[in-house]
């Protein structure tokens, strides 16, 4: 009974040690540590895919299983939920910062940059970073204003709008019948001859037309 119980230990160990290392350190990935902010962790993932992305490195075959990696490391850290159960799960990963081996290969053939990347190439890192500032701002902005749209209180304003602008279309089409219906008496009065129900000065300029 005691060996049996042995191995059993043993063997939770064993897959519990081998889960732990198949896990991949994403802080190292990151080259950040275990208490780095959202914005570290942003600019970090941007700095490092302008590096390893695939239509850069279009010589390394595994350039597109680096990116997906370091795309993973940050949806994974980047988000609060995932990154506690991670963190839970691997309580000795990123204790320090570390430098990943990225293993990028020298390219040769290469295709040549759009304007864009070189500008962006040639400004600082600190340039970039607040242009990747700015861009998450308009971004953000932009989100709180669908957000607001779609809220009650923009319902409810829309609803009131379409009520006044209903009540002043049907104001503006009572007006247009009654001004056809005056003009339909007028054309009647003038084929009989009726001019005393024209004003002043619309019935003096018929009759002297008359008379002409």
């Given at each position: 009974m005691t060996d049996t119980m042995f191995m059993f230990t043993f063997i939770i160990l064993f897959f519990l040690v081998i889960k732990c290392h198949g896990e991949e350190n994403?802080?190292?990935?990151?080259?950040?540590?275990?208490?780095?902010?959202?914005?570290?962790?942003?600019?970090?993932?941007?700095?490092i895919s302008k590096r390893i992305h695939p239509d850069k490195n279009q010589c390394d075959k595994f350039a597109a299983e680096k990116f997906i990696n370091l795309t993973k490391a940050y949806d994974t850290l980047v988000d609060d939920a995932r990154r506690n159960r991670y963190k839970t799960r691997n309580p000795?990963?990123?204790?320090?910062?570390?430098?990943?081996?990225?293993n990028i290969p020298v390219c040769t053939n290469r295709k040549?940059?759009?304007?864009?990347?070189?500008?962006?190439?040639l400004l600082p890192d600190y340039v970039n970073?607040?242009?990747?500032?700015?861009?998450?701002?308009?971004?953000?902005?932009?989100e709180n204003v669908l957000?607001?749209?779609?809220?009650?209180e923009m319902?409810?304003?829309?609803?009131?709008?379409?009520?006044?602008l209903t009540l002043n279309m049907s104001a503006v089409h009572l007006r247009l019948i009654s001004l056809k219906s005056k003009v339909y008496t007028l054309t009647?009065?003038?084929?009989?001859g009726r001019y005393d129900a024209f004003p002043h000065w619309l019935r003096r300029m018929l009759?002297?037309?008359e008379g002409m």
């Amino acid at each position: 009974m005691t060996d049996t119980m042995f191995m059993f230990t043993f063997i939770i160990l064993f897959f519990l040690v081998i889960k732990c290392h198949g896990e991949e350190n994403y802080f190292k990935v990151l080259g950040i540590n275990r208490i780095a902010s959202k914005r570290e962790i942003k600019s970090a993932y941007r700095a490092i895919s302008k590096r390893i992305h695939p239509d850069k490195n279009q010589c390394d075959k595994f350039a597109a299983e680096k990116f997906i990696n370091l795309t993973k490391a940050y949806d994974t850290l980047v988000d609060d939920a995932r990154r506690n159960r991670y963190k839970t799960r691997n309580p000795y990963f990123g204790q320090k910062k570390e430098e990943y081996e990225w293993n990028i290969p020298v390219c040769t053939n290469r295709k040549p940059a759009t304007i864009w990347e070189q500008i962006k190439d040639l400004l600082p890192d600190y340039v970039n970073e607040l242009l990747y500032i700015f861009t998450d701002w308009l971004r953000m902005k932009f989100e709180n204003v669908l957000s607001v749209y779609n809220s009650t209180e923009m319902i409810e304003l829309q609803r009131l709008l379409h009520e006044k602008l209903t009540l002043n279309m049907s104001a503006v089409h009572l007006r247009l019948i009654s001004l056809k219906s005056k003009v339909y008496t007028l054309t009647e009065n003038f084929k009989r001859g009726r001019y005393d129900a024209f004003p002043h000065w619309l019935r003096r300029m018929l009759i002297e037309t008359e008379g002409m």
